[in-house]
Structure formats: C-alpha cells, structure tokens
C-alpha cells in the first residue's frame, strides 16, 4: 500500500495513513518450560478452579487447570510455563483469607496417569436429529411438507416456518 496523507487546510491537520512494518519487532529472549505441577495442602475449602489457577501463578504462568483430574482422582494438576523446572520440589507459604498454609509444588512424576474423559458412545435414548420417526412428529428430522404455527406477541401475531427441521 502506498503511504496515504491527508491534510486540513482550515486546522493546519496532517493525517498519514501507511502500511503497518514489523522490521522492529523485538524477539523473545526466553522461552517458558511447560511443566505438568501437582499441588498439596490447599485447605478444602478453597479448592477450586480461580484459586487452582492463582496458584499456579504463584510459580509461573498458568495455562491450564485439569479439573476432571482432580473431580476423580483428588489430585491438583496445573499446567505451568516456568523459566526454571528444576527450582520444584517446592514448599511455600500461601495465604487464604487470613491463614497461612504451606503449599506443595512438585513436578509430575512421568508414570502418572491423569484421568481421561469416558469415550464418546451412542446414547440409544437420544432421537434429537437422527431421522426417525419419533423425530418427524416433534418437527425435527427431514419434513416433506412446511409446518405452520403461529403465536401472539401483544397485538401482533408471528408466523413461524419450519422446513426440514
């Protein structure tokens, strides 16, 4: 794009318009580990996602907080960019309200399992879409004839057309 200006006589105003250039972009001098950590002695009460993901912040940055591991299996597991993994085994103190606990931080051991969601399955009690019959009457499924409803707003009556669902 050609660099474009604009001027305003009456306001003495110059507005130039040109291509935006990255020539100057700075380059990362680092780049964050990614670390699965597994945290211990977070008081029961505040054992849920926002503080789950503040904790993590409290070592790196945090970028995921794995809440099916810890709804079966009771076990913490935040994902961490930390500059250093090698600074974990970690044990700190952490204030939640006015109390103060000392807070585990370690690296996850590589034979951990964590839990993994059921796989998909087909529900057999689950008609929305499939074509069935069952599907036709309730106005979803392919439909050979448009159906008709109306119903009334206040003072005004809506229209509704419905076509192969």
Do not use: C
Not at 16 to 23: A, F, L, P, Q, V
Not at 99 to 112: I, L, M, Q, R, W
Request: no cysteine; net charge negative; hydrophobic share 35%.
């Amino acid at each position: 794009m050609v660099d474009v200006d604009y001027r305003l006589k009456n306001h003495r105003v110059t507005l130039m318009i040109s291509d935006w250039k990255n020539d100057g972009d700075v380059l990362p001098a680092y780049q964050l580990d990614e670390v699965w950590v597994h945290v211990t002695g977070v008081p029961h009460t505040w054992r849920h996602y926002l503080v789950f993901w503040a904790l993590g912040s409290v070592i790196g940055t945090t970028f995921e907080v794995d809440m099916l591991t810890y709804r079966r299996k009771g076990i913490i597991r935040i994902l961490v960019g930390m500059m250093n993994r090698e600074l974990l085994l970690l044990i700190t103190d952490v204030v939640f309200g006015k109390e103060g606990y000392n807070v585990t931080f370690s690296t996850e051991g590589s034979d951990f399992v964590p839990a993994f969601p059921p796989p998909a399955h087909d529900d057999p009690k689950d008609r929305d879409g499939d074509g069935t019959e069952k599907d036709r009457d309730m106005g979803g499924g392919p439909n050979t004839e448009p159906a008709t409803r109306s119903r009334r707003r206040g003072f005004k009556s809506i229209d509704i057309w419905t076509e192969g669902g």
